[in-house]
């Protein structure tokens, strides 16, 4: 891995395979961390399929990183809530990375995490990592099976469950985009400003500058002014359909 190789937590890299073509891939290891850049991939498209049957020693092709990043550093003081589910966890595994390494430096820090099963969860082995370093995981499943005993329901209705100080809150959400629009429902009813919810939206990423227009979003394009965005920036074209 090159040195000059430096991203911020929620940027994302374009991923290529010869013959089969790219995909954008969020980053989802520590960005401190110079020996290696990963990437946490679901095998939904042929790229990805395609990347799925690589063995070590392959050829990949890597450009990037791409786009804006959660504002963590900018954020110190604040208490800081992250609602991700399914696949939307890995870009903001980063954030805990940068928590961790300055756990100092913020107030109260909740995890709200959900996935269809709990066979679908995401590092599962991590949160005894993240709960050590003073992090509060919540983790909840759609389906429950015999040997769960956590609880059963969306991410947004965890919400339910905390006390938050509107003043010095900010919202991190990621995820399938039916959740990310109650997720900031549940923030805004609980008076949190809308420029500390912070949006990461994963939607058809091509090119990675803006140039090919298939990611546009209102005035927006996701590849360049995004993926991360405020709810303010994004406010009126929450309720557009097929938003």
């Known amino acids: 891995l090159q040195e000059s190789f430096a991203f911020r937590p929620g940027q994302f890299n374009i991923l290529s395979v010869p013959g089969y073509g790219e995909a954008a891939i969020s980053i989802s290891t520590d960005s401190l961390d ?6 946490t991939i679901r095998l939904a498209g042929n790229v990805t399929r395609a990347i799925g049957r690589l063995k ?12 804006s990043h959660w504002p963590i ?10 609602a991700a589910g399914g696949i939307g966890l890995p870009p903001l595994r980063p954030v805990l990375y940068h928590i961790m390494h300055n756990r100092q430096d913020f107030g ?36 429950a099976d015999e040997n769960w005993d956590g609880l059963v329901g969306v ?25 990310i629009h109650f997720v900031v429902y549940e923030a805004l009813a609980r008076r949190v400003p809308a420029d500390n919810i912070y949006v990461s939206l994963e939607r058809n990423m091509k090119c990675g ?19 991360v965005f405020t709810y303010e920036a994004l406010a009126p074209y929450f309720n557009v359909e097929d938003f």
């Open 56 to 67: 070590v020693g392959d050829a990949i092709g890597v450009r990037g990183p791409y786009g």
């Open 34 to 39: 110079k020996d290696k850049v990963g990437h």
């Open 108 to 143: 109260k820090v909740v995890v709200l995490y959900g996935a269809r099963s709990p066979q679908d969860l995401q590092f599962q082995d991590e949160y005894e990592q993240w709960e050590q370093a003073d992090i509060d995981v919540m983790v909840t499943v759609d389906r």
């Open 155 to 179: 991410v947004p209705m965890m919400f339910y469950h905390l006390r938050m100080d509107r003043r010095s809150s900010a919202v991190f959400t990621c995820g399938p985009e039916i959740m």
């Open 73 to 82: 550093e900018e954020l110190a003081g604040k208490d800081i809530y992250i």
């Open 209 to 227: 500058f803006g140039s090919c227009g298939h990611c546009q979003l209102g005035p927006y394009f996701v590849c360049k002014d995004g993926p």
